[in-house]
Every structure is written in C-alpha cells, then in structure tokens.
C-alpha cells in the first residue's frame, strides 16, 4: 500500500534541497555605511557625509529598531565568470533598496526563511564579460515586513556578495513552489492532488545532483500545463502589494515602503514584460509622487501602458464602521478625482481586504 506521507515528506525536502542552490560561488563586496538612529538621511546629504562613511564586515551590527543607514558597496565581477549571470546578493537584515541617479529602482527584504520572500538579488548582468566594476548604494530601515513583530534588533549585514544565479534551478523552484503549495491545498482524495504528487517524485528522481535539470523542468512544465479537468476554468492573476498605511512601524517608513515596493514593481516589469501589478490608496501614490518623483513618472507611464493597474476608489483603505457615511463617500469622491487627474483612468471598483467588518452602507454608497 502507497504511505503517501512519505512522498510528501520527500517532496518537502527536494523543494528545500532546491531552494537552497540558485546562488552561488559568493565573492565578498567591500561595504561601508552611515547611520542615523532617530530618522532616515535624505539622499541629498550623502554627499556632505562622505567622511562619515565606516567600513563593516559581514554580519557585523549596524543598527538598532526604526534606526536607518545608507550602504555603498563595491567590487569587481571575477574573470572566470565570463558569460555567467550575475547578481548581486545583499541582506541587511532588515527592508532597504538600491538606488540609481537618486532614485530606488529595487526593494530588498532580509531576514526570511523563504527564498521567494526573502528578497536578496539584485541583477547586473544576463552574461558577464568578466572584470567589472560593481558599485551599489543601499538605503536600509532597522526593520523588517512586519515591523517590530519581526526584529526588535541590532540589525546587522548578514550578505553582501557578487553571486552567479543559475536560473534554470530558479525556475525548477518556482515551479515546484506552486505545485507543492496546490497539491497541499487540494482534498486528500484528489485526482489532481495525487498527479501533482507522482509529478514532484518523478522530478526528484530525475535531479541527479543537478546533471538531470532539463529533465525535471519538461516534467514540471507538463504537470503545470494541464488543467484539473477539461472543463476547468483559466484564472489569471496579477500582482499586488497590501501595504498598510499606518500600523506596526513609523508612517515615515510607510512612505519607504512605498518606495521599496513600487520600484520592484518596475523592475519585474523590465524581467517579465508579461507581468502586471495593481496598487491601492492614493494617498500612498501621493506619497510616491512627492519622495520620488521619476519613480513616480515610471508608474505613470507603466499605467498608460496597460502593466499597472490603479486599484481602489477610496482615498485610503480605512475601517469602516466608525466613520460616518458622508466620510465614506468622499473617500471615493477623493480617491477617484486623483486617479482621473493623475492618470487618466476611471477606477470602478473598491478594495478593502483588510478591514474589521464592512458597512451595510457601502453598496448604497
């Protein structure tokens, strides 16, 4: 008889084998950093603040709760990585991102177990030539996700590397990452359940210490084109980020996550062209519009383009027991006079995922 407990322990453990190798071969970035422990540095000091720069090593402490650092790293890409793909592999600790000519352009989490959460990577290079120069600066905040929930400090630099990403072993996790999680959703006495099952052994048996990789994509790559059924529907997704405004962290950190989120965003839309992405609340727009104003132009255009969807009339995602009804209404009155002004675009619709019970008062409004 079948013990499929087994097999879904031998499926957890690949996926985990798996995760673990997409990085590699790191080559040690030389860092150095400026802190403010009360309030973050705007950009437009660091020019005054060279001297104040210190050299810190690896896993050294920079930074305690709501504290905030600008980073500089520097190195150079070794000439045996000729044709390779480079990225760079940095983890403060805590929430920053890398900024170009006084912009963000991507977000980076540390600290999370998960290697789809934990949003190390930053890529330079499709196929190196060998010998260039790197130099990266990071803003970073001393907190993580979830505010002090995840880390109450010292904060301290836990990666900076050059590393080779191998993005065959990417994908391979990426698609066993959704098969795994769907066949764990499914009833136990799924048809479906027990093919995507067999489907995860059969790649494990075919992984032979990574030489079988092309042989365990075409099986994942099989499982995930077949529907459950004939009859199954097609669903699409797009991206979102749920941010709150005002909650577990300084609403000035709010507006750097606002920052840090949008701009990976973009940068996934360079990635993927195909993928699209919608946010909520025009008064984290706004927010954006006045810190990072050619970040804001770029979603600007992303909007006209179709890639970036304008989510939500009201203002902000508030509760809405406690408010009275005109308070409701003009949070839809404000929240679409921006996004027509701004963008152009008429939204329909209200998003609240995240709110302590609705009014009975919402469909009349």
Known sequence: MLDVKVYEKRAAKFLDKIASGHFSEFNPLKAEFVYDGKAPIPYSQLGKLKSKFKDIKKDEPWGELWGSAWFRFEGVVPKAWKGKEVFACIDVEGEGAIWQNGTPVQGLTGARKSSLIQKRGYPLFKKAKGGESIELLVEAGANQLFGQHDNKGPFHLREAALVIFDRQRWNLEMDL?????LFRKLAPNSNHRRKLLWAINETANAWDDGKGIEQCLHITKAALSKPANASELTAYSIGHAHIDLGWLWPTRETRRKGGRTFSTALQLMQEYPEYHFGAS???????????YPELYQRIKQAVKKGQWECQGVMWVEPDTNVPSGESLVRQCFYGKRFYQKEFGVEVKNLWLPDVFGYSAALPQI
């Open 177 to 181: 990452l959704v098969m795994n999680d």
């Open 281 to 291: 609340q025009p008064q984290l727009y706004q927010w954006v519009k006045e810190d």
